[in-house]
């Protein structure tokens, strides 16, 4: 199946967290396509259920797609995150050189790739991502506050 536009990639990443917040995670989803609009792998956060830091979304889902792929190289890929990327996965999105982000809604205390910092197009690293924000934003909302209002 192609997932020809933004808002066809962000409702894999929406899928994905949803399976998140089933788990108790953080729900953070995020999935990856090829140049044709192909889905090569989704994932959501499993830090509580790896009781791993740097099992994030993120990075889960560029680890699956480079297994896939058989290269770390996801050279003109698109990553959809339901959420900003933090320091520690817009790090990997560049290291992966992936073409391009889409995310959801931005992340105020830990965005990497906008809202404190913009690791993905700083010009003194040596690869530049394209970034398209605001897909879905309404529906990753939802989700993020169907979890933290049920943690208070």
Same mark, same amino acid.
């Given at each position: 199946? #192609?997932? #020809?536009?933004?808002?066809? =990639? ?6 994905? @967290? #949803? ?6 995670? /953080?729900?953070?989803? $995020? ?9 090569? +792998?989704?994932?959501? &956060?499993?830090? %509580? *259920?790896?009781? &791993?830091?740097?099992?994030?979304? %993120?990075?889960? /889902?560029?680890?699956? @797609? ?12 698109? !990553? ?6 933090? $320091?520690?996965? $817009?790090? +990997?999105? *560049? &290291?992966?050189? !992936? #073409? ?9 205390? $830990?965005? +990497? @790739? ?14 530049? *991502? ?10 990753? %909302? *939802? ?7 049920? =943690?208070?």
């Amino acid at each position: 199946m #192609k997932y #020809k536009s933004d808002i066809d =990639k962000m409702r894999i990443a929406l899928d994905e @967290a #949803k399976k998140a917040l089933n788990l108790d995670e /953080v729900p953070i989803g $995020a999935a990856i396509f090829d140049k044709d609009h192909n889905l090569i +792998a989704s994932a959501h &956060n499993m830090r %509580e *259920v790896d009781q &791993n830091p740097v099992s994030h979304a %993120e990075i889960i /889902v560029i680890q699956k @797609a480079s297994k896939i792929l058989e290269t770390w190289r996801l050279e003109d890929t698109t !990553i959809a995150v339901t959420v900003e990327p933090d $320091a520690m996965c $817009a790090g +990997a999105i *560049v &290291n992966a050189r !992936i #073409k391009t982000l889409l995310y959801g809604v931005p992340n105020l205390k $830990a965005g +990497a @790739a906008y809202s404190l910092y913009n690791i993905p197009q700083d010009p003194r690293l040596n690869h530049f *991502v394209e970034i398209r924000e605001n897909i879905l934003p309404h529906e990753s %909302e *939802v989700i993020l506050s169907s979890f933290f209002e049920s =943690k208070r």
